[in-house]
Structure formats: structure tokens, C-alpha cells
């Protein structure tokens, strides 16, 4: 269902979920507000236990949330859930003639054309964000809402630190946010009791391989986030994670301390299928379904995955390594038309900038000696200029991309953002490019000469390639991707 939709109707009940915390209630208050603006009348309500957690009285109190606990209600013609969804276990159920669902945790009701459910954000704050922005919505008049919804993110991604889309560092940075009064809130978070929580998280700490797993009760997502960063600083844990019942499923936090563990890569590998979750590459998050694990413990699936993950890799480092390259089957790159953008048409030389895509962040500089690629997936990267020039020819055409989200380019200075496609061009990839390359027989992790602190992740059957100029220079291309680029010479 659409925003322009739900103004439609004259009466409409918004509905946290039963531990109401900064992201559903933010969403509430948010949707409350643009539709009261828009001459509905509108409830927003919760049931389930009175809400005693003091930042979040404080927060309700500070910004005039006119959040409701009811026991009944009268049935209404419209009951929007926000951050959980209607019929799932941790929203008390109300009759209503129809309802519409706003959420970012995987469905777990049949679907129908009224819900609207991304679970790739951090939080549902973003997606009410998102759709409010769309409607031009005036959030310098409202600063009230900007700031419970960039509160609400901030809780449901531990600070920023478990975002997982574009969308959710979009908003952390907009403007507008009373960020002295969610400073106040953030340091208001925990009781005499988290403590207690937080230290027999702590002494529940188990080492399975090289990770250690960490069992808290249900308590406020913060108090993950803080067990584990203290965790994470034992010698023998490559990484560690935190996991805690929540809501209708497990809430894990994750941190890695060794450059062979991408905690965003855990995170999405003991999720998949079964939740959400990403973060960066030290910090992630991530959410499972109890409804998903069909009967298996959360604590079982958990070990089995931390298990399975680690015993599935090779790695390899580009500048240590015994692959027999010389031997392999050699590719050419089809020219095949992709983008580019020299980073001097965007911003200034000398400009420290961030590239955000679908993948994640890269910082570099704005300079006449870099380029950014855009590959046929919308994945953009830095190249060199000499690098281009050798190995690419700059096409006539004009250059076009589909993509769920626009690329784009931010000042790491002044916070400006632009995208790039207006200064993007199209070209290809010179015959003359020649490459070893062979299908991995196990999934691999590989350290290349670009990076020797991230790792790209390979699985069964994606392509290990190095240039016939030199076998140092490994990378990684997926599999589809590589039947799309590549020829054989
Ligand atoms: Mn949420």
C-alpha cells in the first residue's frame, strides 16, 4: 500500500510492536505526523507491557510522541503495523477491516499488495524515511520526526555500525536531527539491571574455532553491541558474535578482529535464507526469524553455521601464493560497453571522496589520475588512470544504468553529494587484455594487491583470474559475470 493510498481513508490506527522501541515508535510517530498533516485522523497506539525503558520514556517525552497503550480497540478501517507485522507473534492482535504493513524484517505473513517490506535496511526507520521523503515531505518543519528517525536507526544499527544499505548511511547523515538530544538518549539507554545482563552475556562465552558465540537474555539491542566489544578484544577470538532473543526471532551483533573474518560476510552467511543481516567489515548485525528456523533452535542453528563458515575457505594472498596461473586456460575481455567517470568531473582534485553503492562505501581522492568504473551489475570501483587508458577504449555512446540504487558520490569534506551517471561515459575493454583464469573448486577468500586489509570472497564455481602480465594480480569475477566478459583466446 501506498502512502497516497492511506490518506485516502479518513480513520487510520498506526500500531507498534509489543516492546515498543526508537525504531517502531519513530515510524509511528513519523507516519502520524504526515498523515495528520494530510487531514486523517490518526491513532497511534501499542499494547503489550507499559514502556519503562528510560530512554525511551525520554524519548516519547521530549518529542511529544502521542503514543497510546491501549487494551481494546474498536475495530478500525485501517490498522498499519510498523516495524513488525500484523498477525506475527510480537504484535497484539486487533480486528480491523484491513490492514497495511511497514517493515524491514523478513515476511513472515503471506504476502499481499499492502505490505511494504524491505529487509535488506537497517531499520524501518529508513524505509518510513525514504517514502516520506518521496512524498516531499517537509522535514525542516518537523525536526521532531527527523530526529526520532535518525534515533530509530541509530538503535536498530548499533550506532551506524551495523547499516547495511546505502539508504540507511543516507539517512544517518541528514540534516536536521537534534543530535545533542539523541546524544542524551543514546547515554540514557541502560539500567542497574543491563549490567547484570551484559556481564552474564559475558560469562556464557564459548570458542567454537576461532569464534567465540556469546548467549544474552532479550534485552535492549544496545547491550549486544557492548558485550561484544569487549569480547572481541579476547587474543583467541578471530571474531565474535552476541545473540539474544528479540522480538519474534534472534538479534545478533557481530565483531571481527582478524583481517581473514569479514563480520558483514558472517553476518549475511549465518542469516541467509532465514533473516537479514550485513554491517561493514568489523561491525555487523543481522536478525533471524524464529518462524524460518522451523522448530531448530536459534542457539544450534547458530553453532552449525559459525562451524560450517569457517571450514568452508581457502586463503589466499595475492603477494604469497602457489597457484599454477601458467597453466590455466587463457580469456580475453569482450567489449562489452560499461561505464566510466573520471572523479575530476565530479569533484575537484583533491577532494577526499566517498563512492556509495549497493556494496558498500570506498573512500579515494578526487584526482586526475583516478577513474571510477562501473561494471555491468552497477558495481562501481576506483582504476587508475594509466590502468584505463591501457586496458579500456572510450566509446560514443552515452552511457545508462539501471540500478535499485544510484550511485553516488559524497565530499568526505563538506558531507555534498552527487551522483555520478551525469559524468559517466561508456567503454570497453580492449581485446588485448589477456588473462589466466579457472573456476574455484572450494570457496576462497583472496587478499589482492589492492587491499591487504579486505578480502574478496569467492564461492565454488566464480572465476580466479590473474593478468598473463603478471600473477600477482589476482582477483575474483562471479561466475555469471564471467561467462558475460569473457571469451577464451
Ligand atoms: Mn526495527
Avoid at 507516519?31 to 491513532?43: A, D, E, T
Avoid at 501499542?46 to 511529544?64: D, F, R, S
Avoid at 575457505?313 to 595475492?318: A, D, H, L
Avoid at 571522496?353 to 586526475?368: F, M, N, P, Q
Wanted: with cysteine; charged share 25%.
Amino acid at each position: 500500500m501506498t502512502l497516497a493510498e492511506i490518506v485516502t481513508f479518513d480513520e487510520v490506527v498506526i500500531q507498534c510492536h509489543d516492546a515498543p522501541d526508537p525504531d517502531t515508535i519513530a515510524c509511528g510517530f513519523a507516519l502520524w505526523r504526515f498523515l495528520s498533516l494530510r487531514g486523517v485522523k490518526v491513532r497511534l497506539i501499542y499494547a503489550g507491557a507499559q514502556i519503562t525503558k528510560p530512554n525511551v520514556v525520554l524519548m516519547i517525552k521530549t518529542l511529544n510522541i502521542p503514543l497510546e497503550h491501549v487494551l481494546d480497540l474498536p475495530r478500525p478501517k485501517l490498522l498499519i503495523t510498523v516495524d513488525c507485522q500484523y498477525g506475527a507473534g510480537n504484535v497484539t492482535h486487533f480486528e480491523c477491516d484491513r490492514f497495511a504493513v511497514f517493515d524491514h524484517h523478513r515476511l513472515e505473513i503471506a504476502d499481499s499488495d499492502d505490505l511494504v517490506i524491505f529487509p535488506q535496511l537497517g531499520s524501518c526507520s529508513t524505509l518510513i524515511w525514504d517514502l516520506l521523503r518521496k512524498e516531499k515531505f517537509d522535514f525542516a518543519a518537523n525536526a521532531a520526526v527527523t530526529t526520532a528517525l535518525v534515533y530509530g536507526l541509530t538503535t536498530d544499527t548499533l550506532e551506524g555500525a551495523e547499516s547495511r544499505h546505502p539508504l540507511d548511511r543516507d539517512l544517518a547523515e541528514f540534516a536536521g536531527a537534534d543530535m545533542a538530544l539523541i546524544k542524551k538518549l543514546k547515554n540514557s539507554a541502560l539500567t542497574m539491571d543491563d549490567l547484570q545482563i551484559v556481564a552474564r552475556a559475558l560469562s556464557s562465552s564459548r570458542l567454537i574455532g576461532a569464534i567465540g558465540a556469546l548467549r544474552s537474555q532479550s534485552c535492549d539491542p544496545n547491550l549486544l553491541g557492548f558485550a561484544c566489544d569487549i569480547a572481541k578484544q579476547v587474543e583467541s577470538f578471530d571474531c565474535c558474535m552476541v545473540y539474544a532473543p528479540h522480538n519474534a526471532g534472534t538479534k545478533l551483533s557481530i565483531r571481527s578482529s582478524a583481517r581473514e573474518m569479514r563480520a558483514d560476510e558472517l553476518a549475511a552467511f549465518i542469516t541467509e535464507g532465514v533473516g537479514s543481516g550485513g554491517g561493514t567489515t568489523e561491525k555487523a548485525g543481522g536478525y533471524i526469524s524464529t518462524q524460518a528456523l522451523a522448530g531448530v533452535s536459534a542457539e544450534g542453528f547458530i553453532t552449525a553455521k559459525i562451524e560450517a563458515y569457517q571450514s568452508r575457505y581457502n586463503i589466499i594472498y595475492s603477494n604469497d601464493h602457489n597457484i599454477d596461473f601458467a597453466s590455466m586456460p587463457r580469456y580475453c575481455k569482450l567489449p562489452i560497453p560499461v561505464g566510466f567517470a573520471p572523479t575530476i568531473d565530479i569533484f575537484e582534485e583533491g577532494e577526499p571522496i566517498c563512492v556509495r553503492t549497493l556494496e558498500g562505501d570506498v573512500d579515494t581522492l578526487a584526482s586526475k589520475e583516478v577513474y571510477l568504473m562501473i561494471g555491468i551489475e552497477g558495481e562501481v570501483y576506483p582504476i587508475q588512470r594509466s590502468n584505463f587508458e591501457r586496458d579500456y577504449r572510450v566509446l560514443p555512446d552515452r552511457y545508462t544504468l539501471k540500478a535499485d540504487y544510484e550511485p553516488t558520490v559524497i565530499s568526505r569534506r563538506s558531507g555534498d553529494k552527487k551522483p555520478i551517471l551525469p559524468s559517466a561515459r561508456s567503454c570497453a575493454a580492449q581485446s588485448s587484455k589477456v588473462v589466466c583464469a579457472a573456476p574455484l573448486a572450494r570457496d576462497a577468500k583472496i587478499f589482492t594487491a589492492w587491499d591487504a586489509e579486505k578480502y574478496f570472497s569467492g564461492r565454488i564455481g566464480d572465476y580466479i583470474a590473474a593478468p598473463i602480465s603478471g600473477f600477482n594480480d589476482i582477483y575474483i569475477v562471479k561466475r555469471e559475470i564471467f561467462h558475460k566478459t569473457y571469451e577464451p583466446v
